[in-house]
């Protein structure tokens, strides 16, 4: 058999095809392997991944379908999410397990209710978005959803909970990591001062607050830091003032309720300025906010108007001709500021 001899013309033109071929497939290939990013997470597949969070995960599981597809969804959310060491301070527990248990034996509901305060819901916002102050921010909780985030330098806080790591993100928003789960309210600083367990303490200033026409200012948007002087503190001041150490709570009620423009020992006008003497305006000054010798403008509107915050083993509120105050419960979150118990009435003259 007489074999045919190959044509050089042909298989090099061969050679060169099948060169450029391989060498287009490789080129893809590396084009494949270099510039397709990992797919990003979701705010829910982060906090599963991540053993700080277990607590939170477990809550949103027991909250239900609703609540996991917000964190999980496609939404942009903003989500302040506490570590498990939050949860278990905020729930008075010994460890993790324990935090797991309590977090397990909520109710749907209120394991929503909770983990929705933490979340902004339809928007991303990142830490350098975040004007410097006091903002006041919606949450995705169906009720009473108002939180105050604040910003100071590269601080950020919101409520009482400090912002530890910024701008995680997240392929539906962003995570704020913070140190302290977040307290829902449960209603505006009036509400809360005549409602529920914490009425019980606030009769006098109740009562105080209508006889001054005070009662719809602090009822609006704010934000306001109150320190409310408890029950004892203004039955103290009125003992003093009455010159009656037997006097009740009732007559202490019946006494603000006389109160006229000429009254004597107390007028309405003076009334009224002891009472804007505890309120500070355009701020919700939670304790992780206050800083020792910090001075702070009152709703007052003349001079003396400033009262002084010292940090120790308490933390007191020093009046311009009171001794100082020290605050007896601290950061009762309500939907238009915050309030601490104080036990003496401010005098700022």
């Known amino acids: ?19 450029f071929t391989f060498s287009a497939v490789a080129i893809s290939c590396s084009d494949d392997d270099d510039n397709s990013p990992a797919p990003q997470q979701t705010v829910l597949e982060i906090a599963v991944a991540n053993s700080d969070f277990d607590v939170l995960e477990a809550a949103a599981r027991k909250a239900g379908t609703d609540v996991l597809n917000v964190l999980g969804g496609s939404t942009q959310i903003t989500v302040f999410a506490p570590t498990d060491a939050a949860f278990v301070a905020y729930l008075d527990v010994a460890n993790e397990a324990a935090a797991l248990t309590a977090v397990n034996g909520l109710s749907p ?14 928007s991303e916002i990142k830490a350098e978005d975040i004007a410097a102050g006091t903002t006041t921010v919606t949450t995705a909780r169906a009720s009473n959803n108002k939180a105050f985030v604040t910003k100071s330098g590269a601080n950020v806080t919101i409520n009482n909970a400090r912002v530890t790591t910024a701008n995680v993100d997240a392929s539906n928003g962003v995570i704020h990591i913070i140190d302290a789960v977040l307290a829902p309210p449960a209603g505006n600083i009036v509400s809360i001062a005549t409602t529920g367990a914490t009425a019980e303490s606030f009769n006098l200033l109740a009562t105080a607050l209508t006889k001054a026409n005070l009662v719809t200012a602090l009822q609006g948007a704010g934000p306001f830091t109150v320190f409310a002087p ?52 355009n701020a919700a000054a939670f304790s992780i906010n206050l800083t020792n010798n910090q001075t702070i403008t009152t709703l007052k509107a003349n001079a003396p108007n400033q009262v002084t915050i010292a940090l120790g083993s308490s933390v007191t509120v020093d009046g311009a001709a009171s001794e100082p105050s020290t605050v007896a419960l601290a950061n009762v979150a309500a939907t238009n500021g915050v309030i601490h118990v104080i036990d003496r009435v401010l005098l700022p003259q």
């Open 1 to 19: 058999m007489k074999l045919r001899k190959s044509n050089p013309l042909l298989l090099s033109a061969k050679m060169l095809l099948l060169t």
């Open 109 to 122: 509901s209120a394991a929503a209710d909770l983990l929705t305060f933490h979340v902004i819901a339809g």
């Open 230 to 281: 408890n029950d004892d503190a203004f039955l103290a001041l009125l003992r003093t003032l009455t010159a009656n150490a037997n006097l009740t709570e009732a007559q202490g009620i019946d006494a603000i309720n006389a109160i006229t423009a000429t009254s004597d020992p107390l007028n309405l006008d003076e009334l009224t300025n002891v009472l804007q003497y505890h309120v500070v305006p």
